[in-house]
């Protein structure tokens, strides 16, 4: 079975291909020669997924599924949220999304947060969203040197290291990614 994943993002692709099943060919925007980036302007991380995979599944018509990710933060009312990845400006510059949401934590000590992963599969027959979250809390500096994005400083429930400090089979038993693949997988060996 080929399915389309949207996005040009080489790091989420290699978390997804290192969890799906054989028999499962995987092609990314790149693969189809779509080079043009799929706007994010919906007000919800759901609406941000479901868009994106109406785009692809319209133009090419090709099963397809993408996500859209934020971290939520208690403290700042759920900030970054739809805009984790363009917090600090347009660029999409981890580096300095990381420190604008360093510096706004400073006046709290409560450092709550969890990271919220929706995909949205779409082929002819459907759309279905499947959605994995997980806990944990903001460190107050950049600890390890994998994963990408808020990875350095987001220390997930139970444990005891960021998930830059571990590698992607590790990060892969429970992240939130991880969560909202487990699910999608399983529909897809129900419905292929």
């Known amino acids: 079975m080929k399915i389309v994943f949207a996005s040009h993002n080489q790091n989420k ?3 997804i291909r290192s969890v799906l099943p054989q028999g499962i060919e995987l092609l990314t925007l790149n693969d189809l ?3 043009e980036e799929i706007p994010e302007n919906e007000p919800t991380i759901e609406g941000n997924s479901a868009f994106k995979a109406n785009w692809v599944f319209n133009h090419f018509g090709m099963p397809c599924f993408a996500d859209d990710t934020g971290l939520e933060v208690r ?3 759920g900030a970054p949220g739809v805009h984790s990845a363009r917090y600090a400006d347009e660029t999409t510059n981890d ?6 949401l360093l510096e706004a934590l400073k006046p709290f000590s409560d450092r709550t947060a969890q990271f919220k992963t929706v995909i949205t599969f779409r ?4 759309e279905i969203q499947f959605t994995g979250v997980i806990s944990g809390q903001i460190g ?3 600890r ?3 994963g990408f994005g808020y990875d350095p400083i987001f220390i997930p429930e139970d444990a005891a290291q960021t998930f830059a400090e571990m590698t992607l089979l590790q990060k892969n038993k429970f992240s939130h990614r ?3 693949m487990a699910q999608f997988l399983e529909f897809l060996a129900e419905h292929t």
């Open 13 to 15: 692709t290699k978390e």
């Open 140 to 142: 107050t500096s950049k």
């Open 178 to 180: 991880a969560r909202a």
């Open 123 to 126: 082929d002819q027959h459907r």
């Open 75 to 77: 403290a700042l009312n």
């Open 33 to 35: 020669n779509c080079f």
């Open 144 to 146: 390890g040197e994998f």
């Open 95 to 100: 580096e300095a999304n990381m420190h604008k």
